[in-house]
């Protein structure tokens, strides 16, 4: 046996603000591990049909709350002041979510901007891979993990397009904030990361 046969358990709790995206119900117990298998569309059994049904709605949940809380704070404050509420928002709304669905939810990248929001173990080999479409994940204890692209719409472009083109407040913000951001110098249409799920099996 090696090292690749231990299995770690780890117990995220619901944090306030300012953590990482990586949400998690408090009742959920997420399981790493190298027991996790890739699986294919076609394979996925019944039950891992209505874990996937679980999983889209709540991306979609995800999805359509982070725009609509950009949408209006690009109005409110400019770009420069929603890249604060990203920064707190984005977080909290991934925690609302996964309390939600009774899952665990989060975006990552293979260029993050935010070093918290690491790819799950089961997830990493696909986003090492550049994954452009969507992958399934068949986790030891009945989990469905599944990893869904982002593409780079031009709305996204005020804050992780190049440099040099990015409003003087907005790359302060990002400086202040993100002292490693890799999340700059995309174009429109490019992979920007993904939003991985993960839903418990039954029982
Ligand atoms: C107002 C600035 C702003 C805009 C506009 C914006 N983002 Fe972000 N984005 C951020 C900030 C700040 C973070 C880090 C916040 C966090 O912890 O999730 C972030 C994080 C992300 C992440 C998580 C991975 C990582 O690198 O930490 C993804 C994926 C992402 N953004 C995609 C998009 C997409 C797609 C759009 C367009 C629909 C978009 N963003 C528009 C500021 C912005």
């Known amino acids: ?3 690749r046969a231990i299995v770690v358990f780890v117990l995220v709790a619901a944090s306030g603000c300012g953590g990482s995206d990586r949400a998690v119900a408090p009742d959920v117990e997420v399981v790493v591990g190298s027991s996790w298998r890739a699986v294919s569309e076609e394979e996925l ?3 891992q049909h209505a874990q996937l049904d679980r999983a889209l709605a709540a991306r979609d949940q995800l999805a ?3 725009m609509g809380e950009l949408k209006s ?3 409110v404050g400019g770009p420069s002041g929603a890249v604060a509420v990203c920064r707190d928002m ?6 609302h979510v996964a309390d939600d669905h009774g899952l665990a939810i989060g975006r990552t990248s293979h260029r993050l901007r935010n070093p918290d929001n690491l790819a799950p173990a089961w997830a990493e080999s696909a986003v090492d891979d550049l994954a452009d479409a969507t992958r399934y994940f ?3 204890a009945g989990e469905l993990g599944v990893l869904l692209p982002i593409k780079l719409g031009a709305p996204c472009l005020a804050c992780h397009g190049p440099a040099e083109s990015m409003d003087e407040g907005v790359r302060t913000a990002l400086a202040q904030s993100y002292p490693d951001d890799r999340a700059t110098d995309f174009a429109e249409g490019d992979l920007r990361g993904w939003f991985w799920v993960e839903v418990p099996g039954e029982g």
């Open 138 to 140: 068949s986790g030891p």
């Open 64 to 66: 359509a709350t982070l």
């Open 73 to 75: 704070e690009l109005e």
């Open 45 to 47: 059994a019944p039950a």
């Open 1 to 3: 046996m090696t090292c």
């Open 90 to 95: 984005a977080p909290m709304i991934a925690e």
